[in-house]
């Protein structure tokens, strides 16, 4: 069995969407042909996080953590907000709303930090990795980005070693919806640093078609074929054992985060219309919001005229939250309302598929998504900017809810395509074929 190190910022205990992807590879690997050994962070910053998860690494796998230095300490302290949520309260969209402190920082991100917040671990994870590939005989390298620094280390230990490199990616780097507004020249820095990686990696896996189109027309040079598009995917094993009963409300659940140009704004505003037209009464409907929340989120679903029929419930260990999908009538996905997200598609997608309860899903018209839940049948989208066609979508799955009928007849044949484990082995494909004979 061959041995690849893979050097990922977001494992457990952090939580969230990229942790899953990771996590899973590192978990199914070895049925591949690959022992893994893990390279993360000691005292990482998470967004989330998931303490249940570091009973899902597999025990016979070598996890080092290496320090690593936060700015966002610092960040807090001069917001002068010690326990602000990082994520969901700062972005691009939020920020022209701010004070100068904000502007401040921003400034200080998108000059200082390239290619993001995390580049300070370059200065202890390298050496320690170099250590890690003569300790385990290393055959191989793997990296999961963002953060993109993983990137620039995998990098590093590959030109020290001529070792055969896979960079991961779940998201594009410059010109993306997280990508700090930099002038020209960290721009431009930042931009040498992503084409490097580009063209230096053996091969670059891709979470979704979007981030290979987007690299290729940044980089025209770079060849396609290097890339794969390798999607991300739901584990049945990670999923409680609860079953659904019907409710004695219509019951709709959105997991994960929102903020920024992720809202329920549009949501609730098909809702209104529907009440509107008396098809619908809050006393109907339980709308439940599970995860972490911007200000500017909380403040739609204080207002909303649906409120009393909205709970909020903070961030829950990944289970919890499947269990919370499988006990609903539908499953609410909202994707950021922006052009690039009509690629975008988020690892959650697949989890709502695995659950199989039906999809209500706020996506651009044509968008990846909105293709994928078409193909399997597991739901219905609308644009965020198409509020009748929302109403239209939750007044025919309460319909059929309330005539005791099935609200869809999802594919299982094509959803079942999805598990992780295919995705790990698509992985171990990548890993053999580079491989010297």
């Not at 396609?224 to 598009?229: A, D, L, N, Q």
């Not at 739609?300 to 009393?308: E, G, N, Q, Y």
């Not at 992780?420 to 004979?437: I, T, V």
């Amino acid at each position: 069995m061959k041995t690849v190190l893979v050097i990922a910022y977001h494992f457990p205990p952090g939580g969230g969407p990229g942790v899953q992807r990771v996590l899973k590879h590192v978990t199914y690997l070895r049925e591949s042909g690959w022992r893994p050994v893990v390279l993360t962070v000691e005292n990482g910053d998470f967004p989330a996080r998931d303490e249940s998860l570091l009973a899902k690494i597999p025990s016979d796998v070598t996890v080092v953590r290496v320090p690593i230095l936060e700015p966002y300490d610092l960040y807090r302290r001069f917001m002068g907000n010690k326990s602000a949520a990082i994520d969901v309260n700062v972005n691009k969209a939020s920020s022209e709303q701010r004070g100068w402190k904000e502007h401040v920082t921003n400034w200080i991100r998108a000059t200082l930090f390239i290619p993001d917040a995390r580049v300070g671990w370059l200065l202890t994870a390298v050496k320690k990795g170099m250590e890690m590939v003569e300790e385990h005989h290393v055959d191989a390298i793997y990296s999961s980005s963002p953060p993109y620094t993983c990137a620039l280390i995998a990098r590093s230990i590959k030109r020290k070693t001529g070792l055969p490199w896979v960079a991961g990616f779940r998201d594009p780097w410059t010109e993306f919806l997280t990508t700090p507004d930099r002038w020209f020249l960290p721009a431009a820095i930042d931009r040498s640093l992503e084409r490097s990686v580009f063209r230096e990696a053996d091969l670059i896996e891709c979470a979704w078609t979007g981030i290979i189109d987007d690299a290729v027309r940044k980089y025209p040079e770079l060849d396609r074929k290097r890339f794969r598009h390798v999607p991300n995917g739901f584990d049945a094993s990670d999923f409680p054992k609860v079953s659904y009963s019907r409710n004695e409300r219509f019951t709709v659940t959105y997991t994960g985060s929102m903020y920024g140009r992720r809202t329920p704004k549009a949501f609730l505003a098909a809702l209104d219309r529907l009440l509107d037209q008396g098809r619908v009464v809050p006393a109907d409907v339980h709308i439940r919001f599970v995860g972490r929340f911007g200000d500017e989120v909380h403040e739609m679903l204080d207002t909303s005229r649906f409120a009393p029929s909205i709970e909020r419930i903070g961030y829950v260990p990944h289970d919890v939250s499947i269990g919370y999908l499988m006990q609903s009538e539908a499953s609410l996905l909202i994707v950021d309302d922006a052009k690039e997200s009509a690629e975008i598609v988020p690892g959650k997608v697949y989890e709502y598929l695995g659950v199989g309860r039906p999809i209500i899903a706020l996506a651009p018209q044509g968008s990846a998504i909105a293709t994928l839940i078409k193909e399997t049948s597991a739901g219905a989208s609308a644009a965020q900017d198409n509020i009748e066609g929302i109403a239209e979508i939750i007044g025919t799955f309460l319909d059929r809810w309330k005539r005791g009928e099935q609200i869809t007849h999802p594919n299982t044949a094509e959803i079942v395509k999805y598990e992780r484990r295919a995705a790990a082995h698509q992985l171990g494909s990548m890993l053999h074929e580079l491989q010297r004979p």
